[in-house]
């Protein structure tokens, strides 16, 4: 999806943009290790390193375009500077892949004591009543997929994960 089309698209409150033409973008990353020729990348800002330092190293291995908080310097690749980059992140996910989040039924589960077991008990209820592969649970130490597992990097996924 194009660009511009790809802003519009995911209704994002844009305050400012730069650089020259309107790319194809084929994929979103906020790693810039993962960057590909033609990605979107998303400079997340953290709180022991910020997002911006990684850019260069984003359109050195072919990012097509940059979203971030901060106006960055000496692009050559077209950007885009919103308020929150990872909220944008989710938007942009959403919109380049055509995901009907409001289709999906959520069910998040708090508290001290019982979380993991309460979890796991929900997710066979739900296999039970849906098909498996549309089950997914994400925890601690890994993320299921349907039948399908990939190791935890952190207990809350992003929302391109």
Known sequence: MMLDALVK??????IAAGGTGNPDIADITFDSR???KGDLFIAIPGTKV???????????????AVVSQNKPDNLR??????????????LLGKA??????????????????????TAHLFKKL????????RVWMFGTIDYQLGTGRIAASRTTPESLD
């Open 77 to 90: 690749v077209p950007w885009v500077q919103v308020e929150n980059p990872r909220s944008a992140m989710g």
């Open 96 to 117: 380049l892949w055509r995901v009907n989040v409001e289709a999906m039924q959520l069910t998040g589960i708090t508290g001290t004591n019982g979380k993991t077991t």
């Open 126 to 133: 739900f296999e039970q009543r849906f098909d498996a592969e």
């Open 9 to 14: 698209q995911a209704d994002i409150r844009t």
């Open 50 to 64: 910020a997002g911006d330092g990684f850019i260069a190293d984003a359109v050195g291995r072919g990012a097509a």
């Open 34 to 36: 993962k960057t590909k």
